[in-house]
Structure formats: structure tokens, C-alpha cells
């Protein structure tokens, strides 16, 4: 399950939920992770510029964004690759990372039970979540896909996530902004809004976003709105 054991009383009694992703929903993390990650690659020759890498490895469970970058560009990466890029990107969240904008009063506005399930480590969502200033909304309601060995586009996790906090799936709306996160939670059979600013829209629209949104100021509305349907 999660971190910590979810509590009996985060549920309300009509089984309705909340799942944030993380990065990208919460906290402004990809722009600032991926570029990092670029930047090694292009230390090591590749070819790859930071736009790119934000946009083709949104979401993705970073051991397979790095074996596609090993299959395109038909190199070995060292070893301690991936360790070395958590430790560079975690000196880069210290430094600069924010919490997307808006975000904390939105989460002042939601009343639903809810919780983040994210395809990064449980560490890193914790330390994300510490930095912004976030982690206390959710602690005890975390879930990684590292825990159940299980990565979006698989809804394997979000499912997990429902379960341990009591929730129907038919009345859980997940808040993503990747095309793979969308995918997730469509499988899941939950309700999906997509975040992204109106030139990515089309895009989670197309992955099966029930809507879209781009500022966090229209997400309790939106909430309120899909709930009472």
C-alpha cells in the first residue's frame, strides 16, 4: 500500500476521490527534471535538446525513458546513470522547484477525500512535496508505482491507490497532465481531467481527458462540476 497506512476516516462515506499526480500536477517538476536529464545526455553525446526530452519522456518511468534513449541513439549508458541523475535532479528541486501554480488554493477549495499516485519513487514525491510546501496535504496518501512494480499507462496503480483509500473508481476523478497518466486513469474507469496549457490539451483530450483544463483557479469548479453529474 501506500507509505503509511491510509486511515479509516480520509474516505467519506460516499466513496468519491481525489489522485493527483505529482509531477507536472502539483509541483513544476518536469521542465526542470528532464532539462537535467538532457543536459547529461548531451555530456555523453547524444543529441537531444531540452524541449524534446520534456515533452517525449512526460510521465514516463525514467529506466524506460533511458532504454529508448539507448535503443534511438545506440549507445550503453554507464551504469550509474540513473543514480547519478536523481542526485543531480534533486540538487536542481532544492535550488529551484515551485509548486504549479495555483495549486494550494486549489487544494484549499477541494473537499474530497484525496491522495497522489505517481510514477516516481516514493522519495522523490516526498521530497518534491516537502519543498513546495505540499507534503503535509498529503502524507500518509502517497503511492508510487514503485511499490506495485506497475508504470502509467498501466492503471494498475491507480486502481491500488482507490482500493487503499476505500473509493469506487466510478467515482474517483484523477487529475493528470500526461498522455500516459490519462490513459491510466481512463483504464481505470475513473474520471479524467487533463492539465496542460491549451497547445498539449488536444493531445490528453485525444488520450481520453474528460476535459481539460489550463490554470489550477478552474479545478474546483470543474470538481464539483463532474461529481454532481
Request: proline fraction near 4%; glycine fraction near 8%.
Amino acid at each position: 500500500m501506500g507509505e503509511s497506512k491510509v486511515k479509516d476516516c480520509e474516505v467519506q462515506e460516499d466513496e468519491r476521490l481525489i489522485i493527483f499526480d505529482c509531477d507536472g500536477v502539483l509541483v513544476d517538476s518536469e521542465p526542470l527534471g528532464l532539462s537535467i536529464l538532457a543536459g547529461m545526455l548531451r555530456q555523453l553525446g547524444v543529441d537531444i535538446e531540452d524541449d524534446y526530452a520534456v515533452d517525449r519522456f512526460r510521465g514516463r518511468r525514467i529506466a524506460a525513458c533511458l532504454a529508448e534513449v539507448e535503443r534511438s541513439y545506440r549507445l550503453k549508458l554507464p551504469e550509474a546513470f540513473e543514480r547519478n541523475f536523481r542526485a543531480e535532479s534533486a540538487k536542481g528541486f532544492a535550488a529551484n522547484l515551485t509548486a504549479v501554480d495555483g495549486v494550494a488554493d486549489a487544494l484549499d477549495a477541494i473537499h474530497t477525500p484525496s491522495c497522489v499516485a505517481s510514477s516516481g519513487p516514493s522519495e522523490k514525491i516526498r521530497l518534491t512535496l516537502s519543498l513546495t510546501g505540499l507534503l503535509s496535504r498529503f502524507d500518509g496518501r502517497i503511492f508510487s508505482a514503485y511499490e506495485i512494480g506497475a508504470w502509467k499507462p498501466d492503471p494498475a496503480l491507480f486502481t491500488h491507490a482507490s482500493r487503499e483509500m476505500g473509493a469506487d473508481p466510478a467515482r474517483t476523478i484523477v487529475i493528470e497532465d500526461s498522455v500516459v497518466g490519462v490513459q491510466a486513469g481512463v483504464a481505470a474507469g475513473m474520471t479524467v481531467l487533463g492539465s496542460a496549457p491549451e497547445h498539449r490539451a488536444t493531445e490528453l483530450s485525444a488520450a481520453g481527458a474528460t476535459t481539460t483544463f489550463s490554470t489550477m483557479h478552474l479545478l474546483p469548479d470543474l470538481i464539483s462540476h463532474y461529481q454532481s453529474l
